[in-house]
């Protein structure tokens, strides 16, 4: 069944070849059992190896059932080591970290046994060693003999042909000696089993036959078989297999007698993960805040619609509208800014098509025309234009039902019809001297609430301000009093605070009208005589010279002759969900028209919640990026210890070879042992970091009370820091674990 053909081996020592054997032929056959004698370094063991398939004849030829194995690659001795042979080693050679009944086991997972048909078989075989009771228990809590007989068991358990058994009586006393023998020598009645020993006593008492060597040669055989041997020919071995399961028990199990450096490795490698995972959850949490803030305050921002998306009035919003154009070397590129305008047409159509939205989902619709009302008010008995851009006269963005939720009265009250106004103050009440001389007091004096409630002012009305004098309108200042005393009376009734939270559009301080105001205002003005004059013309009949479309449409907005065609459009909401409901509206009626005919409108919320939103993302990866230059620190000293690792477990590494483990099957036990520190390390990452969390809300709170929960851990980021983890130790542990692939198996079992 087997027969060695002029077998040499060499060996490099240094820049010489050492021969260890010299053209040894030997036939071996079933049920016999062959002791082979001689000295040290005689080649005993290295001929045990070469049978065995854990080292390599340099020429010659190991025939197996009449099939030569001088074209064996590597996953074919492998799968022979696994069917066809079984070690039993001097020195045991078992894996301390797993049990008795795993040990025998080993070999069967190599093979692909199902667990169930794996412990049947391992428990027959303990139990014929007489081990049966001794399954659960480590190998150092075994005797000597008790350990050989695991070894013999795993050797057995996959049925295989040959018994290889090197000194398997060299550790043992003399009585245990003669129980071993005597129970290999009952297992070669049905396998051929060679025996390496020192004893030729043993060899004597037990061995079938005796085969002597010295120098590498065989000089004696008492070869005393009779008769020819039928084999079958065309060995073909099974292959094997090591599941990653096997190899995740494996390291598993090495790992648990390595408690506190595996807790302290895994310590050291999550503070990377621990690191990104606050950031993260910082910046989760201020992204929640950034939607509540949409969804809270910023939700009663408009949706705005402007005659031109890329530049809005009163510079509510600027787009960049320059072409993407690489100039050559020196070069200026020209371009028409007009070019790369959307302009909104704000059509009647479109005016209809609002007002047929459905009332449900939006609270006001506000047209904005660009009028510029004239205010005058009495200082003291004497009629004075009001300086606007001094102390402000704004219409308020929120609507009318909603200003409580946004503003806190300290005096008087909210308005209760488009003639009452109300002053605007800062939360700490500081005001402005400017502002404080545009109302007509004195800033040298202290100024209280009462001074300003109860203050009128008058709208100009257009036929009392401007006289016609040769065709060119000019302003009355010569009669502000007659001016006044037919202008539309408004009062100042409450003085607000804007509440802490709310997020303001434009000034958020002065005197503020509700919406309905303007309309009263631009219907008192839109019939006036230079309204009608100026509308009749396309030159300015203030200052005479020539305007285009867009001029005269400015002056006609800015003298409120204009009520139909307005420049902006605000469509205000009291949800995220209805405002998309808006956007899908509009986005119905500009269905089928061309680019040119659509309506593009512009979310404040959404953009401002976008900005702020894009900011906190680029914090949080620069701040995550410097966190992972540990995480990369961790998967280099995952590496070491990985190679540590490698070389505590050099001889396990040589046993797993000698049961028929591939190279690859080396490669995953140590890449199984990379995953489990890097998912252990990230799962004690990620709840070190949802801890943390308690006691950083809790601070952040005390120094600025708006920061409530502002660190949220996602569960979705956290799986994710996880996965990461267990893929930047599976990369650092990659190279030892090629290493550990590579290692001879014969110097691996070497190691002590």
């Known amino acids: 069944m087997l027969e060695l053909k002029k077998i040499n081996k060499y060996y490099k020592m240094g820049d010489k070849d050492f021969q260890a054997l010299k053209n040894v032929s030997l036939k071996f056959r079933k049920g016999e059992f062959v002791a082979i004698l001689g000295p040290s370094g005689c080649g005993k063991t290295t001929t045990l190896n070469i049978i065995g398939g854990l080292d390599r004849y340099s020429d010659g030829d190991l025939v197996i059932n009449g099939t030569s194995t001088k074209d064996f690659k590597e996953r074919e001795w492998d799968s022979y080591r696994n069917n066809s042979v079984g070690f039993v080693f001097q020195s045991y050679n078992l894996i301390s970290h797993l049990t008795v009944l795993d040990n025998v086991e080993l070999g069967m997972t190599l093979s692909g046994v199902g667990q169930t048909e794996r412990k049947e078989k391992a428990l027959a075989v303990l139990k014929r060693v007489g081990l049966e009771t001794q399954v659960n228990k480590k190998p150092t809590k075994l005797s000597g003999g008790e350990k050989q007989r695991v070894a013999i068991a795993r050797a057995l358990v996959n049925d295989p042909d040959i018994i290889l058994a090197d000194e398997p009586t060299g550790a043992l006393d003399s009585k245990t000696a003669h129980e071993i023998l005597t129970l290999i020598k009952e297992i070669s009645k049905d396998k051929l089993v060679i025996m390496v020993t020192h004893a030729p006593k043993y060899a004597k008492a037990y061995a079938s036959r005796t085969i002597k060597l010295l120098d590498g040669e065989v000089i004696e055989d008492d070869d005393k078989f009779d008769g020819e041997e039928t084999l079958e020919e065309g060995y073909k071995p099974k292959k094997t297999s090591m599941d990653f399961f096997t190899a995740l028990k494996l390291s598993f199990n090495n790992l648990k007698t390595k408690k506190f450096r595996t807790i302290i490795t895994a310590l050291a490698s999550s503070i990377g993960i621990i690191g990104v995972g606050l950031v993260l959850s910082i910046s989760n949490g201020f992204s929640q805040q950034i939607d509540d803030l949409e969804s809270d305050q910023l939700v009663g921002f408009p949706i705005m619609i402007s005659t031109e998306e890329s530049e809005l009035q009163f510079g509510r919003i600027q787009v960049n509208n320059e072409p993407d154009v690489t100039p050559e070397e020196n070069e200026l590129v020209v371009y028409d800014s007009e070019e790369n305008v959307h302009k909104n047409i704000v059509s009647a159509e479109f005016m209809d098509y609002l007002a047929d939205m459905p009332d449900s989902i939006y609270t006001s619709l506000h047209y904005e025309y660009g009028y510029f009302p004239i205010l005058l008010h009495d200082v003291n008995g004497t009629t004075e234009l009001l300086p606007q851009f001094q102390v402000g006269f704004n219409s308020f963005i929120t609507p009318e039902e909603d200003l409580e939720e946004y503003y ?207 900011i906190i993302t680029s914090i949080s990866a620069v701040l995550s990026a410097f966190a992972s230059i540990s995480l990369v620190v961790s998967s280099v000293m995952i590496g070491i210890i990985i190679y540590v690792s490698v070389l505590e477990r050099t001889k396990e590494i040589g046993i797993i070879r000698s049961l028929g483990g591939r190279k690859k099957d080396i490669s995953r036990v140590f890449n199984a042992e990379s995953i489990i520190i890097g998912a252990f390390a990230g799962i004690m990452g990620v709840t070190i970091t949802w801890i943390l969390t308690f006691p950083i809300n809790i601070i952040a709170e005390r120094v600025e009370p708006s920061l409530v929960n502002v660190a949220q851990v996602n569960v979705l980021h956290l799986a994710l820091l996880v996965v990461l983890s267990t893929f930047l130790t599976f990369i650092g542990g990659f190279i030892p674990s090629r290493i550990a692939a590579s290692k001879n198996p014969v110097e691996a079992l070497r190691v002590e």
């Open 408 to 614: 806190t009265v300290v005096a008087g009250r909210l308005p209760n019809n488009v003639y009452e106004l109300v002053f605007v103050a800062a939360d700490n009440d500081v005001i402005d001297k400017k502002v404080v001389e545009a109302l007509g007091l004195d800033p040298e004096q202290k100024v209280y609430y009462e001074d300003i409630l109860g203050m009128e002012f008058y709208v100009a009305r257009n036929n009392d301000l401007y006289n016609e004098q040769a065709g060119f309108y000019i302003q009355n200042f010569g009669d502000l009093d007659g001016v006044l005393s037919n202008g539309i009376k408004l009062e100042i009734v409450g003085i607000l605070h804007q509440k802490d939270d709310t997020v303001s559009l434009g000034s958020s301080e002065g005197i503020f009208h509700l919406y309905g105001l303007e309309e009263i205002m631009i219907n008192a003005n839109v019939t006036s005589d230079i309204c009608v004059a100026q509308d009749a013309t396309t030159t300015s009949v203030i200052e005479g010279n020539s305007l285009n479309d867009d001029e005269l449409r400015q002056l006609l907005s800015y003298l409120g002759c204009n009520n139909n065609d307005p420049y902006l459009v605000q469509i205000y909401s009291d949800s995220i969900e209805n405002k998309d409901a808006i956007k899908d509206y509009i986005a119905d009626y500009n269905k089928g028209k061309d680019a040119d005919d659509q309506i593009v409108e512009i979310d404040l919320a959404e953009t401002i919640g976008e900005t702020l939103g894009t």
